[in-house]
């Protein structure tokens, strides 16, 4: 009798143990739970998407290979979705995407506005586009357009292209935020009939074109140039430019494996207008837009 006692109580206080473990294991908020798993999710995409960046990649000269790029890659999109930039006092950016948190651009004055830096942390506030656009032709004809001193630049390197026999076929220029927009809505729809959640689209999406007030198209100072493809940068236009587009003040605005800096992937058919001076420096260094801005 007494043995089945102790067994019956044993008995009891491992179902109880059980129990208590069912119940602490729910009790525990769901967001501690979830954590890891986003974060195994988001740590997949990123490789996914380097894999593919690099796929893409092709010769250039001026970049070398980069064995820890993986890692870097990694760790710096996973601190970006993470954390969100203050905003500045009396300024709030007008769209809703998650992740997507920009402070306010700086505009610089004069000459130095060339420089502005405009990515997925710093947006063009409203009145950027009331008080600085002034937009023309990219060449003569052209339904692209540009801020006027980046067009006329434009339409020199363009003559001086076409003598040493390539066409730089303008085929994207100044875009307004409502184009912009629709532009980004539309990839992150994309995503999501892949069956992607939503934040996870808005991430996907901002690899390959900028949101909203985001974009160095709404600056009129950015070129899409011949073929908005990967096959581009197998082009003697590509290597063309490479060789000479700084000595018209044009830079590779997102060149390989520089994720880590521009947040964008490698995109050879996109060039940024900085002025000659600044554009042969950036060349000479080696940097992107937003290093070199850094360190200067
Ligand atoms: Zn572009």
Request: with cysteine; hydrophobic share 40%; net charge neutral.
């Amino acid at each position: 009798m007494k043995k089945h006692k102790v067994y019956l109580i044993a008995g009891l206080v491992l179902v109880a143990v059980l129990m208590l473990t069912v119940i602490l294991y729910h009790a525990i908020p769901e967001r501690q739970l979830d954590e890891p798993a986003v974060t195994a999710a988001q740590t997949t995409r990123s490789d996914e998407t380097t894999v593919d960046e690099e796929s893409t990649t092709v010769d250039d000269a001026t970049t070398e290979p980069d064995t820890t790029e993986d890692e870097t890659t990694v760790a710096v999109t996973t601190a970006q979705t993470t954390t969100r930039a203050p905003q500045q006092a009396g300024w709030v950016y007008p769209f809703n995407f998650p992740g997507v948190y920009p402070v306010m651009a700086y505009i610089p004055m004069g000459d130095a506005f060339y420089l502005i830096l405009v990515n997925r942390h710093n947006a063009l506030p409203d009145h950027f586009t009331r008080n600085h656009l002034d937009l023309v032709p990219a060449v003569p004809g052209s339904a692209q357009r540009l801020h006027r001193t980046a067009a006329r630049y434009f339409h020199q390197m363009y003559q001086a292209g076409r003598a040493a026999g390539v066409v730089l076929t303008p085929l994207s220029g100044y875009r307004d935020t409502a184009h912009q927009n629709r532009n980004f809505t539309n990839r992150i729809a994309r995503y999501r009939n892949e069956g992607h959640d939503h934040a996870t689209a808005v991430d996907m999406a901002t690899r390959w074109i900028k949101p909203p007030r985001c974009s160095e198209h709404e600056t009129g100072l950015a070129m899409d140039i011949g073929q908005i493809s990967m096959n581009f940068s197998n082009t003697a236009a590509y290597r063309w430019l490479l060789q000479n587009a700084h000595n018209f003040g044009w830079i590779l605005r997102y060149p390989p494996n520089s994720i880590q800096y521009t947040y964008v992937n490698y995109e050879p058919w996109h060039w940024r207008f900085v002025g000659v001076e600044n554009a042969r420096a950036i060349r000479e260094s080696g940097l992107v837009l937003e290093h070199w801005l850094r360190q200067r």
